[in-house]
C-alpha cells in the first residue's frame, strides 16, 4: 500500500501538464489533492471530478501564486478542510521566451514572479505548519533550464536557477524539523508549454535529447510522488532531472 494515503498534498498550477499529472498520480496513490490553478476554471472543474474517481478528498482553489494573501489563504482552506498538510508541490510557472536585448522588463518581472516569488509565497504560507507539526516535504518544480541556462531564456533561466538555491539554503534550515526539500528539473516534456513552440524547433530539441523524445508529465509526476513517499526519506536538497538525458 502506498505511505501516501491518507496525507494531503497543495500542488500549485494543478490545471493543466505536468501540474494536473501530479494531482492523478497522489490522487491514485492515496493522498488528498488540494490543487491552485489561474484561469484555467473549466479544466480545474474537470479534474476534480476525476481526482474524486480514486476515492479522495478534492479541493480546487483559483489563486495567483504571485501574490502573498492568496497563497495563505490556500494553506488556511487546506487546514480548515483536511485539518492536515503534509505535501507541498510548488509547481505553478510560466516562460516568456525572448533574446535579452529583446526582452521588456514586464516579461522579465512576470517570470520571475510567477516562477520564484510563487515558489517563496506558497512556500512561506506552509512553512509555519510544517514547522509546528515537526513534518513536511515539498518539491519545488525548476528546469534543466536552471541548470544549464537555455537560450532566449535568461528570464526562466534565472528563477529556475533561483529556486535551486532556494531550495538547498531552505533543505538545510528545516531538515531538524523533519522537513526535506527537493527539486525536480524537467526537460523538454509534452505539456502546453512546450506545444507552444515552432516544429522546427522541436526538431531541434529532440537532436539535444539522448533518448529521443519528449517526456510525458506523468513520468514527471511519478518523481514527485516518489520524492515525497518514505523511500524517499534520506533524500532532502537534491536536484533530479527528469529530462531523458538532455543535461548529461
Ligand atoms: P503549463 O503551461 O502546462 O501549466 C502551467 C500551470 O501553472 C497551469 O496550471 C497554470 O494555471 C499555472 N499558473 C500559471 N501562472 C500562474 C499564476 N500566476 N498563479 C497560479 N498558477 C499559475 O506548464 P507545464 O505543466 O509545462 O509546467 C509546469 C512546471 O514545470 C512549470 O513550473 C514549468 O516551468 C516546469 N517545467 C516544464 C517543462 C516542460 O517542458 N513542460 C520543462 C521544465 C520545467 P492556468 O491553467 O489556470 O493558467
Not at 501530479?22 to 479544466?43: D, H, I, R, Y
Not at 526538431?203 to 529521443?212: A, G, H, M, S, T
Amino acid at each position: 500500500m502506498s505511505d501516501l494515503r491518507g496525507k494531503t498534498v497543495i500542488i500549485t498550477g494543478g490545471s493543466r501538464g505536468i501540474g494536473k499529472a501530479c494531482c492523478l498520480e497522489f490522487a491514485k496513490q492515496g493522498a488528498n489533492v488540494v490543487f491552485t490553478f489561474n484561469k484555467s476554471q473549466k479544466e480545474a472543474d474537470d479534474l476534480v471530478v476525476e481526482i474524486k474517481k480514486f476515492g479522495v478528498d478534492c479541493l480546487s482553489l483559483q489563486t495567483d501564486v504571485r501574490d502573498y494573501d492568496q497563497c495563505y489563504a490556500v494553506v488556511q482552506k487546506t487546514l480548515e478542510h483536511f485539518k492536515q498538510v503534509e505535501i507541498l508541490v510548488n509547481n505553478a510557472g510560466i516562460k516568456k521566451d525572448k533574446a535579452l536585448f529583446m526582452m521588456l522588463a514586464e516579461e522579465w518581472k512576470d517570470v520571475i514572479e510567477t516562477n520564484l516569488y510563487g515558489t517563496f509565497n506558497m512556500t512561506k504560507a506552509a512553512i509555519i505548519t510544517f514547522l509546528k507539526q515537526k513534518k513536511g516535504c515539498i518539491i519545488n518544480m525548476s528546469s534543466v533550464s536552471g541548470i544549464v541556462g537555455l537560450v532566449g531564456q535568461t528570464n526562466y533561466s534565472a528563477s529556475k536557477a533561483g529556486i535551486i538555491g532556494f531550495s538547498k539554503a531552505l533543505a538545510k534550515e528545516v531538515a531538524a524539523y523533519g522537513i526535506r526539500v527537493n527539486v525536480v528539473c524537467p526537460g523538454f516534456i509534452e505539456t502546453d508549454m512546450v506545444g507552444s513552440l515552432r516544429e522546427d524547433l522541436k526538431k531541434e530539441i529532440l537532436k539535444l535529447v539522448p533518448l529521443k523524445r519528449l517526456g510525458t508529465p506523468e513520468e514527471v509526476a511519478l518523481i514527485c510522488t516518489f520524492l515525497a513517499s518514505e523511500k524517499a526519506s534520506y533524500l532532502t536538497g537534491e536536484v533530479i532531472r527528469v529530462d531523458g538525458g538532455l543535461a548529461i
